[in-house]
């Protein structure tokens, strides 16, 4: 299928295929390209292009491409690498970019070099009147990382070259920080009551900006998630009274992260926000201490460890409440947070164990993978509530980044 759609983009992205109803690719042509002021952005300018040719997909290189099944609930994935892609045609523009003012009216060139697209695709079946089903996309998300970007505007400040050359300076120096504010305005805003959009948009930044996180919104990169300090404390009347911290250690497989459900947004604070996701594989992995009893066997090591969590389902109920900065603006702040994990299956792997005593280490890997729910269970409390606060934390950066104003279209 993969080597199907390489042939596809090769032989036919100039001309289409009219009888599969597959327009002409290479140039693309696109009626209207819109993104709108963010007034909290480096980069909030009302900017359209109309009309206008996207050039190069005809040298696209199709990288792998998974997920087509019976099953149409899965996701299909597939990621292209493209050498060149021009964006070219009329567009007008108004507003700020960086620190500088911007108007203009006239031709762009935007030109996207090596550039790496990933797409998942959400598909369903549609049966019509002829008593054929035919599949149909119900959503997109698509991920652009291209390795340079160089920005071409024909009159802007009508006509004023000083102002013009000094622009395309500053916006093609910095190409990277514009692009990536670009892609940030992904994101929509929805109203407050809405909560299959929220969810969406969610699903959008978790799918989208994981990786990378969105400097310009305050929110750090989540996959891998990086964790200063998880640490979970003896309870004598448990069967798993351990010392443990977890150091400078690293929470992998967010990015693939399925939102299921997020209820409860509304002008009245005082009532919780509900959160549900599902995520197929989560790792923990990084440098640990351990003291104290599993089970029956008295425990103490100090290496790496990795913990796998399989088909993990995560509830979370957030209580928010407004706060008034300096600047006069309002914000939202999470005041607390209650997550319950619940994984399908857990795997434990310690290095260093009985300083390195290899039956002993041997015994007790045996004794908690066959008991990973029980090992589990009594350290859920602990971890959900330290991993609670790390989400806290990363939700706060980004509400104290945007004023509720911003966040919601309406209020």
Request: charged fraction near 25%.
């Amino acid at each position: 299928m993969k080597d199907a759609m390489q042939y596809v983009l090769s032989t036919h992205a100039q001309t289409g295929i009219k009888e599969l109803g597959l327009v002409p690719l290479d140039p693309l042509h696109i009626k209207k390209l819109q993104m709108g002021r963010n007034p909290t952005s480096s980069v909030s300018v009302d900017l359209v292009f109309s009309e206008v040719d996207l050039l190069g997909l005809q040298h696209a290189k199709m990288k792998h491409l998974k997920g087509f099944t019976r099953d149409l609930s899965k996701p299909i994935e597939f990621d292209l690498v493209v050498p060149k892609i021009v964006l070219k045609g009329p567009y007008s523009v108004d507003g700020r970019v960086l620190i500088l003012p911007i108007t203009g009216k006239g031709d762009a060139e935007i030109l996207l070099e090596k550039s790496h697209f990933r797409s998942i695709l959400k598909l369903k079946a549609l049966p019509k009147g002829e008593g054929q089903t035919f599949a149909e996309v119900v959503s997109i998300q698509l991920i652009m990382e291209p390795g340079h970007v160089t920005y071409k505007l024909g009159g802007l400040f009508n006509g004023q070259k000083e102002l013009s050359d000094n622009l395309h300076v500053l916006i093609n120096e910095n190409w990277q920080e514009i692009f990536n504010e670009i892609k940030a305005a992904g994101i929509r805003q929805c109203t407050i009551n809405d909560e299959a959009c929220i969810k969406d948009g969610v699903q959008y930044v978790l799918s989208t900006h994981a990786k990378n996180g969105i400097k310009e919104l305050g929110l750090v990169p989540l996959d891998p998630l990086h964790i200063k300090k998880l640490q979970m404390g003896r309870n004598p009347t448990s069967s798993v009274s351990v010392d443990l911290v977890f150091s400078e250690v690293d929470l992998l497989g967010l990015q693939n992260a399925q939102v299921k459900r997020v209820s409860g947004y509304t002008r009245d604070l005082s009532k919780p926000i509900e959160f549900d996701m599902f995520v197929p594989k989560m790792v923990l992995k990084g440098p640990y201490s351990v003291d104290g009893r599993v089970l029956i066997l008295p425990v103490t090591g100090k290496g790496d460890a990795q913990i796998v969590l399989e088909q993990s389902h995560f509830r979370a109920k957030l209580k928010l409440r407004a706060v008034t900065k300096g600047d006069g603006q309002t914000y939202l702040e999470v005041a607390n947070i209650h997550l319950n994990m619940e994984p399908r299956h857990v795997t434990y792997k310690m290095s260093g164990l009985f300083n390195g005593q290899k039956e002993l280490s041997d015994n007790l890997h045996l004794l908690i993978n066959e008991n990973w729910l029980d090992i589990f269970n009594e350290v859920k409390a602990d971890m959900s509530e330290a991993v609670g606060l790390i989400f806290k934390a990363v939700l706060n950066r980004t509400y104290g980044k945007i004023p509720m104003q911003y966040l919601f279209a309406d209020l």
